[in-house]
C-alpha cells in the first residue's frame, strides 16, 4: 500500500541522435537498419495495477525481421533499482553501474521475447519471474511487468537485434561486414545507445552508467520515519508514565 501511494509517473528524456555508441559505431546494413530505430528517446514507468509499466521511445519503430510484434531492430534492457545493494554489472551489456548501489529487477524486450528476472532476497543470484507483455504503440514500446509499484531510479541501453545469436544480441566486432556492428576497439561495449543526460559519454568512456530516476529508496525511507516517530511517541509515553507515579 505504501508504494502504491508513493509511486508516481516519470519520464527520463534522452537526446536524439545518439545510437552510434561513442559515435563510430557502424550499423549493419543487411537488413536495412536505420539509426532512429535504435534511437532511444524517453523511459516514462508509472504504476500498473499491482505492476509497473514502462513506456520506452525511440526515434522511429524499426521491424527489419518482421517480427509479428511490429519491433526487431534492437534489443532493450531496462534495469531497475528498488533498494539498496543489487547487482552492479548490467547484465552482458559490458556496462557496470556508476556510484554505490546496483539493480534488483532486469527486463530484456526484443521483438520475439521477453523476460524479467529479480536478484534474490538473500543475495544467492538471479532468479526468472513472469515474462513482461509488451505491444508496440505507435514508435514506443509499452512494456507491462510484475515489479511492485514504486518510484524506482533505472538505467536503460539498446542493442542491435539479431536472430543469429542464442540471445538475440548483435555484439561488436572491429571486423567490416554487411551484417556486422563494426566498431573501433575492441572492448566497445555492446549498446549502440545508453539512456543518459546531454554529454555524459560515460558508458563509452569508463564504460558505466548512473542511475536515473529516484535513486533513493524513498518507501524505505518513510518507513524508517514512520518507525522513528514510533520510538519517540513511545519514549514520550514511558516519560510520562513514570513521571505520574513519583
Given amino acids: ?36 530505430a535504435l534511437d532511444l528517446r524517453s523511459l516514462s514507468a508509472q504504476p500498473q495495477g499491482s505492476g509497473m509499466q514502462f513506456t520506452v521511445a525511440f526515434g522511429q519503430m524499426g521491424n527489419p525481421w518482421n517480427a509479428p510484434s511490429g519491433y526487431s531492430a534492437g534489443v532493450t534492457d531496462i534495469f531497475v533499482k528498488t533498494g539498496f545493494g543489487g547487482q552492479m554489472a548490467l547484465a552482458d551489456t559490458g556496462l557496470r553501474v556508476r556510484g554505490a548501489g546496483g539493480w534488483q529487477y ?55 537485434y539479431t536472430p543469429l545469436s542464442s540471445d538475440g544480441v548483435l555484439r561488436p566486432t572491429q571486423s567490416a561486414g554487411a551484417t556486422a556492428l563494426q566498431v573501433g576497439r575492441a572492448d566497445a561495449p555492446v549498446p549502440v545507445d545508453v539512456l543518459a543526460p546531454e554529454g555524459d559519454n560515460g558508458a563509452y568512456i569508463d564504460h558505466t552508467v548512473a542511475p536515473l530516476g529516484e ?13 522513528l516517530l514510533g520510538l519517540l511517541v513511545t519514549l514520550v509515553a514511558t516519560v510520562a508514565v513514570w513521571r505520574r507515579t513519583r
Avoid: C
Fill in 1 to 36: 500500500m505504501l508504494s502504491l501511494l508513493t509511486a508516481a509517473l516519470l519520464t527520463i528524456p534522452d537526446p536524439a541522435g545518439d545510437a552510434r555508441g561513442d559515435g563510430g559505431y557502424v550499423l549493419p546494413t543487411r537488413p536495412a537498419l536505420t539509426q532512429d
Fill in 106 to 160: 532486469h527486463l530484456r524486450v526484443t521483438g520475439f521475447t521477453s523476460s524479467l528476472e529479480g536478484v534474490a532476497e538473500d543475495g544467492s543470484g538471479l532468479h526468472p519471474l513472469a515474462a513482461p507483455t509488451v505491444k508496440v504503440a505507435g514508435t514506443s514500446l509499452v512494456i507491462d511487468a510484475a515489479i511492485p509499484p514504486g518510484n524506482y531510479a533505472y538505467w536503460v541501453t539498446n542493442a542491435v
Fill in 215 to 227: 535513486t533513493r529508496n524513498t518507501a524505505t525511507l518513510i518507513l524508517a520515519g514512520v518507525g
